[in-house]
C-alpha cells in the first residue's frame, strides 16, 4: 500500500459543513496560502524519495525535474530520512513556485522555490501542528509558509473580521489568500483575496455566540421527539411527558449542528402541526 494521499481540498467557510459554526470555542491559525503548484514529496517503501502533484501520486515528469531543481528537494529528503529514525513518517505538502506565479498576484522571480506548507502523519493520517512544521523547516532551512494571525473564535463575526484583516494583510503582501487550520479538530479552510469583500463586522466579545436553530433544524427535532413520545407510547399532547423529550432532543441538534437551542421551546411544541410531525425524518 502506497504511503501517500492527497492533501485535502480545501473550501471557503461558507462550504463547509456547518458553514463554520463547528469552529466555534476553537482556536483557528492563519497562514499564507502562496501562488502556485501543489507539490508532494514522501518516501517509499523502499525508502526513497517520492515526488507527487496535488491529485498524481507520481508527478508528471516536468514537475519532479523542477521541484529536484530547487535547493529545498535535497534538503526535504534529509527531513523525511532523519525523521523516519525517530519513527516518524511524514508526507510533506509544499507550493513549488513559478519565476511567474499562475494568478499573478505574486512579484516575478528569478529563482524557483518549493514553500512547504503542511506535513502528514502517514500512519496516524493526522497532520502537523504549524508550530512543528515550522521547527522542522527552520532547522533543515526550509522555507515555511508564514502565520498571518491566530484566534480564538468567540463567535462567527469574530471568524468574519479576522478574516477580512487576514485578506488586508494578504493584499498588502502580495499573497493568494489565507489557509485557516484548526489543529485540534482538524478542519482546514481557505479565503482567497480575489473574491468579493466583505463588509467589515465588529468583534464580539465573550462566549461563543450561536447562530439560532432553523426552521429546518427545529422541525426535525421535534419530528424525532414525536417518534419517540408515540413509541413510548405516551399521548403527544401530554405536556407532562412530551415536554422533556422535546427539550432533550432541541439540545441534541443545537449540539450536533451548532446552534443555540430555541428559548421558545414550549411554544415550538404548541404550535407544531400533527402531519408535519408525522412527516419522513431525514437523517442528516
Known amino acids: 500500500m502506497s504511503n501517500w494521499s492527497k492533501y485535502p481540498d480545501l473550501e471557503p467557510i461558507r462550504r463547509l459543513k456547518e458553514e463554520g459554526r463547528e469552529l466555534l470555542g476553537k482556536v483557528v491559525l492563519f497562514t499564507e496560502k502562496r501562488d502556485g503548484e501543489n507539490v508532494s514529496i514522501w518516501l517509499g517503501s523502499d525508502n526513497n524519495p517520492q515526488i507527487s502533484s496535488h491529485h498524481q501520486e507520481t508527478a508528471d515528469n516536468n514537475i519532479q525535474s523542477r521541484m529536484m531543481a530547487t535547493p529545498e528537494y535535497e534538503r526535504a529528503v534529509d527531513l523525511l530520512r532523519e525523521e523516519c529514525k525517530y519513527g516518524k513518517s511524514w508526507i510533506l505538502y509544499g507550493e513549488l513556485l513559478k519565476t511567474v506565479s499562475p494568478t499573478r498576484i505574486e512579484p516575478k522571480r528569478k529563482h524557483v522555490h518549493w514553500v512547504l506548507f503542511d506535513m502528514r502523519d502517514v500512519v496516524t493520517g493526522e497532520f502537523a501542528h504549524y508550530s512543528y512544521v515550522y521547527q522542522l523547516g527552520f532547522n533543515f532551512r526550509i522555507p515555511i509558509v508564514g502565520a498571518v494571525g491566530e484566534i480564538r473564535v468567540e463567535s462567527l463575526e469574530l471568524l468574519d473580521a479576522s478574516i477580512i484583516g487576514a485578506l488586508k494583510w494578504c493584499r498588502k503582501h502580495k499573497r493568494e489568500g489565507i489557509v485557516g487550520k484548526c489543529h485540534e479538530e482538524q478542519i482546514f479552510f481557505k479565503e ?93
Open 192 to 284: 482567497k483575496v480575489n473574491l468579493p469583500k466583505r463588509s467589515k463586522i465588529p468583534r464580539a466579545m465573550g462566549k461563543p455566540m450561536l447562530p439560532e436553530m432553523d426552521q429546518r433544524t427545529i422541525l426535525r427535532a421535534l419530528q424525532h421527539a414525536y417518534d419517540e413520545v408515540i413509541k413510548l407510547g405516551h399521548d403527544w399532547m401530554d405536556r407532562s411527558k412530551a415536554m422533556p423529550i422535546v427539550a432533550r432532543h432541541f439540545s441534541a441538534e443545537a449540539s450536533e449542528h451548532y446552534f443555540s437551542a430555541p428559548k421558545n421551546m414550549y411554544q415550538l411544541y404548541i404550535d407544531a402541526k400533527i402531519d408535519d410531525l408525522k412527516g419522513v425524518i431525514k437523517n442528516e
